[in-house]
């Protein structure tokens, strides 16, 4: 009898362990991150003060949204961008981890004009990018913008918030 109530027992204790693990395999499904227009942004040319691009931009001025930024999105049109607002001018550096998208990562100071920017950063990795330079603004947009609009150094942007 002894023998039948262990084996019972043993049976049992498999049982709810082998359930257990199922449980720990479940997928948890999120709904993918989608564009949340927050403003606009204009690029203009340094040399012309003619306009380059306007673009739709999303805005990070959370230390939340800062660290986060377009971290585990899908994809981003060309006509939009985040755009990083620091509360004052600061050296910054940037990571691609959690990020699917390659980007260009366009530094800004102060003063709305570009002081440098990194092209081409590539998703997924974990290498800083810095800015170089103590920059107040960061504009992340689609990978081979910077050089199909010809962006340099100087460049200027103005922006406005929903």
């Not at 699917?100 to 974990?126: N, R, T, W, Y």
Request: net charge negative; aromatic share 10%; hydrophobic share 40%.
């Amino acid at each position: 009898m002894k023998t039948r109530l262990y084996l019972f027992l043993f049976i049992i204790g498999i049982l709810i362990q082998a359930s257990c693990k199922d449980d720990a395999k479940k997928v948890i499904k999120t709904e993918p991150i989608s564009f949340k227009k927050e403003g606009e942004l204009t690029i203009y040319k340094a040399k012309t003060d003619s306009v380059l691009t306007k673009l739709d931009i999303e805005i990070a001025d959370s230390e939340y949204e800062t660290q986060t930024g377009l971290m585990y999105r899908d994809s981003m049109e060309d006509d939009q961008g985040m755009l990083f607002i620091f509360p004052e001018e600061a050296m910054h550096s940037f990571y691609m981890k959690n990020t699917k998208i390659a980007l260009d990562i366009v530094f800004i100071g102060s003063d709305l004009k570009i002081d440098s920017f990194q092209e081409g950063a590539k998703p997924m990795d974990e290498t800083g990018l810095s800015s170089q330079v103590p920059v107040q603004y960061v504009l992340e947009i689609n990978a081979g913008l910077a050089e199909k609009w010809l962006l340099e150094v100087g460049d200027s942007i103005v922006y406005s918030k929903k």
